[in-house]
């Protein structure tokens, strides 16, 4: 193959420190040349061409090819230090969940304590230095695993512990004032500790519990008890996610198996168990009808994986991220179809943007920090500073220092009015349907709403807790629904100290009273040996 460059103008002329060339190839057919291919030509003169040595014609260009994203140039701001919230006991639970929660009227975090689990509700604006003896919500008796708030009504948060219940909350207005104990709701249905809480995206009062029974219970909060199971699962369920409309469930299992699921009846409409990528983390990509999932390669280094929903056969791409050992969380944003990656123990978050053709899966940038993360908070959508173009928000946990921190991703922009290419319509805060609907079947995409009108709105919605008969079930004298029997070696200890201080205080209280029937029985004695009585 022969390379033949033609002169552009009178002569070799230099534009911008470059070679202005125009390659012009011409092919004999039957002829090889003596010279290598693809090795330069000499220019005119006994000068070299400014190419490669072995760089194709068809892919030398002198212009760096973009991809034009509105997005390129997103950044993170980090809180300054008085719009933090310090000296918090952050939980050192090693369980992979975030232990943190936020909307746009409170941040709830699980806190380090004895004897029983608890975590701190903090209203935004009361930002700075905690105080130690700070209100808490403490009525779980083992460690609180996971949390998360009601996304219709802004005062009611879902809790699950490894006392085997999940628990419903309701916050008062302002905050805490006195630590919190009596939850409005408590739903027993697993036989061991609850790792997972999941509301569902379009129904008001559907709750998704899943425990470590290998089962996913479906809690109608109307009627305050479990109306579906899940039961496809043989180990322990690690994530899962709804698709917009609520109507299939994605989870990822300790089974190293990836599942689409039906709801309603439970039955797996798709199941992938992908030897190359062990999956830890699965998100649906909004309505794009595909699956992003975080886990590890054979060779044991960070992977991201691109599945189609109704075809999890084999992945559409794979990508590997590092060799670094910590869980990588992921959170898409579908109105700026932006996927964030952070790692656990990791100070950086990436991020890139899912195209609907290939290469699907585009880099934008990375933020940067030198203190490590446990987990992390999302503030959702109408919480969001929209002056400010902020596009989504982080409450980054930093347990060393007890400190969360908050992360805004911001695109650059000089206007100051509001930018509605980067703020479409996104779901609100008013559900679609309501439990009896989406339980007979009835599937609808959430209520949408402008961040540019009213943005701030509140839900009118209440929560009503239901009337339970308190019901029973005795066995030898003995009520197990009133005094249900300790599951793990912890629960029994915990119930065994509890019985020695309730026996102790029952002990003083006996000889506080001895002692006062005694004064009594000395001043009636007293009183008959009196004179004025004789």
Known sequence: MLQVWEQKGPGWSLSAGLWALSPVQHYSSGSRSARDPLSPVPAPGGRRCPTSPRTPAAQMSWRPQYR????????????????????????KNVHDNHFCAVNARFLAIVTESAGGGSFLVIPLEQTGRIEPNYPKVCGHQGNVLDIKWNPFIENIIASCSEDTSVRIWEIPEGGLKRNMTEAVLELYGHSRRVGLVEWHPTTNNILFSAGYDYKVLIWNLDIGEPVKMIDCHTDV??????????SLLATSCKDKKLRVVEPRSGRVLQEASCKNHRVNRVVFLGSTKRLLTTGVSRWNTRQIALWDQEDLSMPLIEEEIDGLSGLLFPFYDADTHMLYLAGKGDGNIRYYEIGSEKPYLS????????????????MPKHGLDVSACEVFRFYKLVTLKGLIEPISMIVPRRSETYQEDIYP???????????????????????????????????????KAPVREKRSVVVNGIDLLENVPPRTENELLRMFFRQQDEIRRLKDELSQKDIRIRQLQLELKNLRNSPKNN
């Open 425 to 463: 319509m996104t779901p609100g805060t008013e559900p679609a349907l309501t439990p009896d609907e989406w339980l007979s079947g009835v599937n609808r995409d959430p209520i949408l709403m402008s961040l540019k009108e009213g943005y701030k709105r509140t839900s009118k919605i209440v929560f």
């Open 237 to 246: 369920i690690l994530c899962m996610s709804f698709n917009m409309d609520g």
């Open 363 to 378: 880099y934008l940038m990375e933020f940067r920090s030198p203190a490590p993360q446990k987990g992390l908070g999302v």
């Open 68 to 91: 034009s994203s509105k997005f390129r140039n997103v950044y993170g701001k980090v809180a300054s230090r008085e719009h933090c919230f310090d000296g918090i006991p952050i939980t």
